[in-house]
């Protein structure tokens, strides 16, 4: 929504809330006194009330107030336009602000150090380290570490298959009379499958990401893209010359896992846990 139009929106709204409350005041000043007219009076001089504390309060909070005028619509539309979408490069996420577009642009780090396995001096060393990277950019770049669940449905619908097609196998050895030996030789691969198949869908499995993300602003999109991507490549030269490993900048639909909570979270990989958690108090 364009500043100027909110501008005029939010002076509207509360142009109308105070007109509304000053018209209910003179109407309850009119009523002539009585017992059933001083009823009304009050629930009239009520809502003035409330009109008069919703036109103050839409100066702050105009976002709150009006779908409560706007509830009985089928659609309420909250924003005219996409949050953020991919660059067609895609290696960036843009966001339009104003006039101006914003490119995102997130950059993996691999480290595979771990603070246990490390001595006193290797922890100095690698609080250095961190120091000068962050000293890196004259750019605002953010270092972060996040933890992710695994979406590990696509593995393990592998391991299904391949048992089905090792029980396949079993299964026609064993009505074409084949060998006692490769019989058992194949029912103990069919064993393994199904064993590892057990330990990788028993729990939930985190991978740990460290990475740095970097906005840069830019009159058109392309201009945007190109920036980010400059100051990207800078910024990984920088990460690497430091703690001598290759970072590279995330592609496609892995940039979503950095903004979107169902890639955080899989919920295909979800909804099989709790299946199996529902099947295991049955059992």
């Given at each position: 929504?364009?500043?100027?139009?909110?501008?005029?929106?939010?002076?509207?709204?509360?142009?109308?809330?105070?007109?509304?409350?000053?018209?209910?005041?003179?109407?309850?000043?009119?009523?002539?006194?009585?017992?059933?007219?001083?009823?009304?009076?009050?629930?009239?001089?009520?809502?003035?009330?409330?009109?008069?504390?919703?036109?103050?309060?839409?100066?702050?909070?105009?976002?709150?107030?009006?779908?409560?005028?706007?509830?009985?619509?089928?659609?309420?539309?909250?924003?005219?336009?996409?949050?953020?979408?991919?660059?067609?490069?895609?290696?960036?996420?843009?966001?339009?602000?104003?006039?101006?577009?914003?490119?995102?642009?997130?950059?993996?780090?691999?480290?595979?150090?771990?603070?246990?396995?490390?001595?006193?001096?290797?922890?100095?060393?690698?609080?250095?380290?961190?120091?000068?990277?962050?000293?890196?950019?004259?750019?605002?770049?953010?270092?972060?570490?996040?933890?992710?669940?695994?979406?590990?449905?696509?593995?393990?619908?592998?391991?299904?298959?391949?048992?089905?097609?090792?029980?396949?196998?079993?299964?026609?050895?064993?009505?074409?009379?084949?060998?006692?030996?490769?019989?058992?030789?194949?029912?103990?691969?069919?064993?393994?499958?199904?064993?590892?198949?057990?330990?990788?869908?028993?729990?939930?499995?985190?991978?740990?990401?460290?990475?740095a993300s970097l906005s840069v602003k830019g009159g058109k999109e392309f201009e945007a893209v190109s920036l980010v991507?400059?100051?990207?490549?800078?910024?990984?030269?920088?990460?690497?010359?430091?703690?001598?490993?290759?970072?590279n900048v995330v592609l496609g639909n892995e940039l979503l896992k950095f903004i979107e909570p169902e890639y955080l979270?899989?919920?295909?990989?979800i909804s099989e846990q709790i299946t199996k958690n529902i099947q295991e108090e049955v059992i």
């Amino acid at each position: 929504m364009i500043a100027g139009e909110y501008m005029d929106k939010k002076l509207l709204v509360f142009l109308g809330l105070l007109g509304l409350s000053f018209v209910l005041v003179i109407i309850a000043s009119v009523i002539p006194l009585s017992a059933a007219a001083d009823v009304l009076k009050l629930i009239i001089l009520a809502v003035a009330v409330v009109a008069n504390v919703l036109a103050f309060s839409s100066r702050y909070y105009l976002y709150l107030i009006l779908p409560l005028f706007q509830q009985r619509k089928r659609d309420i539309v909250i924003a005219d336009q996409s949050p953020y979408w991919l660059s067609s490069t895609s290696d960036s996420i843009l966001q339009k602000a104003g006039d101006d577009f914003i490119a995102t642009v997130y950059i993996n780090i691999p480290l595979y150090r771990s603070a246990t396995e490390m001595s006193d001096e290797d922890k100095l060393n690698f609080a250095q380290q961190v120091s000068r990277m962050v000293g890196i950019s004259k750019e605002p770049t953010r270092f972060s570490t996040q933890l992710y669940v695994m979406n590990k449905d696509s593995y393990i619908q592998k391991l299904r298959d391949t048992i089905t097609t090792v029980e396949e196998e079993e299964a026609k050895l064993v009505t074409g009379n084949a060998p006692a030996n490769e019989i058992e030789r194949v029912r103990g691969k069919a064993a393994m499958w199904r064993k590892m198949l057990d330990n990788v869908g028993r729990g939930s499995s985190l991978e740990l990401s460290s990475y740095a993300s970097l906005s840069v602003k830019g009159g058109k999109e392309f201009e945007a893209v190109s920036l980010v991507q400059q100051k990207a490549r800078e910024l990984m030269s920088g990460i690497g010359a430091t703690f001598g490993v290759s970072p590279n900048v995330v592609l496609g639909n892995e940039l979503l896992k950095f903004i979107e909570p169902e890639y955080l979270i899989p919920f295909s990989t979800i909804s099989e846990q709790i299946t199996k958690n529902i099947q295991e108090e049955v059992i």
